[in-house]
């Protein structure tokens, strides 16, 4: 007998296809207007309109399928442990005063168009990972030992391996690229045990576009016609890239320490009960 394909499988994939969809659009509509004269503020435009555009998809999506309540989006919102937050506001904080030059030499109209972008990126990309994907897999592995570790890892991959797509508008940039995905599988665990600690989606998307903002500037520096370290410094530059880089697995093995500290009964048994997956 043909075994037909779980209903949490298919709803992944449909998400998947969806965001794939919007991600090709948004590179598409880039490309056709990169030679624009106002090139920066349509690339914003651009991404504003169609993330918001996906967003709204995101939230029917979870609306129709009970996964409200699993990310705290309940009748009265609470956050638990708000301490958890605190490391990595604190980075944030540290990475946007070291910029302040960057953001205070730009357009206002600009800089604003720069923060929308990054934190409806960082919300559209929350939704679908945590909000959406992740308790779905950890749902498919109820049945097995360390269910919600091996769902976060699981999510945190497959939203690394979606920076490969930035190949796309970068071909050839490997190296970069696979640094890209390094950091977004260590911020992706960190994000999947953040909201599993804290019970609320709503913060954790507003960190990941706080995190987009201090950290991607680069847009701004082109803008600003910025020039990058010189290449005498490189020893400079490999030394911060291996700081960083240690930084953000210290971030990620945080994300599995929040899991550890959570009761991963109880959490299951909240996803178990989801009643349009039974």
């Known amino acids: 007998m043909r075994r037909s394909i779980p209903k949490?499988?298919?709803?992944?994939?449909f998400?998947?296809?969806?965001?794939?969809?919007?991600?090709?659009?948004?590179?598409?509509?880039?490309?056709?207007?990169?030679?624009?004269?106002?090139?920066?503020i349509m690339d914003f435009l651009i991404e504003i309109i169609t993330k918001t555009g996906l967003i709204i998809f995101l939230i029917l999506v979870m609306k129709f399928n009970g996964l409200y309540e699993i990310?705290?989006?309940?009748?009265?919102?609470?956050?638990?442990?708000?301490q958890a937050f605190g490391m990595v506001t604190m980075i944030i904080g540290i990475m946007i005063f070291n910029n302040r030059s960057i953001y205070m030499s730009v357009p206002f109209?600009?800089?604003?168009?720069?923060?929308?972008?990054?934190?409806?990126?960082?919300?559209?990309?929350e939704i679908v990972m945590r909000g959406i994907i992740q308790?779905?897999?950890?749902?498919?592995?109820a049945h097995s030992k360390a269910a919600i570790i091996k769902g976060v890892l699981m999510?945190?991959?497959?939203?690394?391996l979606i920076h490969f797509f930035n190949l796309i508008k970068d071909p050839g940039n490997w190296v970069g690229i696979l640094y890209q995905v390094f950091?977004?599988?260590?911020?992706?665990?960190?994000?999947g045990g953040l909201l599993i600690r804290t019970?609320?989606?709503?913060?954790?998307?507003?960190?990941?576009?706080?995190?987009?903002?201090?950290?991607?500037?680069?847009k701004l520096k082109i803008y600003l016609n910025v020039e990058n370290i010189p290449a005498e410094q490189d020893n400079f530059k490999i030394l911060s890239l291996v700081v960083t880089s240690i930084v953000f697995l210290l971030i990620g093995f945080s994300g599995l320490f929040m899991i550890k500290m959570t009761d991963e009964q109880e959490y299951i048994e909240r996803i178990r009960r989801i009643k349009s997956l039974n």
Do not use: D
Not at 15 to 39: D, E, H, M, P, W
Not at 71 to 82: A, E, Q, S
Not at 113 to 118: R, V
């Open 8 to 13: 949490e499988i298919k709803i992944i994939l």
């Open 15 to 40: 998400t998947l296809l969806v965001f794939i969809v919007f991600l090709l659009i948004i590179g598409v509509a880039k490309k056709v207007l990169q030679s624009s004269r106002n090139g920066l």
């Open 71 to 82: 990310n705290g989006w309940k009748r009265n919102i609470k956050i638990k442990n708000t």
């Open 109 to 125: 109209n600009i800089l604003i168009l720069f923060i929308a972008s990054n934190l409806l990126t960082g919300s559209s990309e």
């Open 135 to 141: 308790p779905l897999v950890i749902k498919a592995q």
């Open 155 to 160: 999510t945190s991959i497959l939203f690394s």
């Open 183 to 191: 950091f977004a599988m260590c911020i992706g665990i960190f994000f």
């Open 199 to 218: 019970g609320n989606l709503i913060p954790v998307c507003i960190i990941h576009g706080l995190i987009n903002f201090a950290f991607g500037i680069s």
